[in-house]
């Protein structure tokens, strides 16, 4: 497990209110890559930033219909990191068919843990990290 702590407190940020206003509940570096957890409250949300150097952004569109994120990547874009280095930012959503949105009186389905979001950004940057040593 990464080295951020999970609390109870922290885990239930992640389905806090019924507004759609992104909150970073988690975020920080694994192998390299610099990732975030955020939530809109209805449900959480991941984030991967890529380094523009990495060979997958030569096929980007091929290589990230394969990512094994939750649901599958529904968000791109060319973004900063916290170090001031562009990336490029992949993100998905835990609000796909069978999953838990906390919205409305419809409240049923998988409820996502703060671990299991950190755990689906570990298999993506597994994922990033073994292409990247297949072809060099």
Request: include cysteine.
């Amino acid at each position: 497990m990464d080295p951020f702590r999970i609390d109870t407190h922290t885990d239930q940020r992640i389905y806090y209110t019924e507004t759609e206003s992104y909150t970073e509940v988690v975020s920080g570096e694994l192998n390299g890559y610099h990732y975030k957890i955020r939530s809109c409250g209805l449900f959480p949300t991941a984030y991967v930033y890529v380094p523009n150097d990495h060979p997958c952004l030569d096929k980007e569109s091929e290589i990230f219909m394969n990512i094994p994120a939750h649901g599958g990547i529904d968000y791109i874009a060319e973004e900063d990191t916290e170090n001031g280095k562009s990336a490029m930012v992949i993100g998905w959503g835990f609000d796909h068919f069978g999953d838990y949105i906390n919205c409305g009186t419809n409240k049923r389905g998988k409820r996502y843990t703060l671990e299991e979001v950190y755990g689906d950004i570990v298999g993506v940057i597994n994922y990033l990290r073994n292409y990247y040593s297949n072809i060099t």
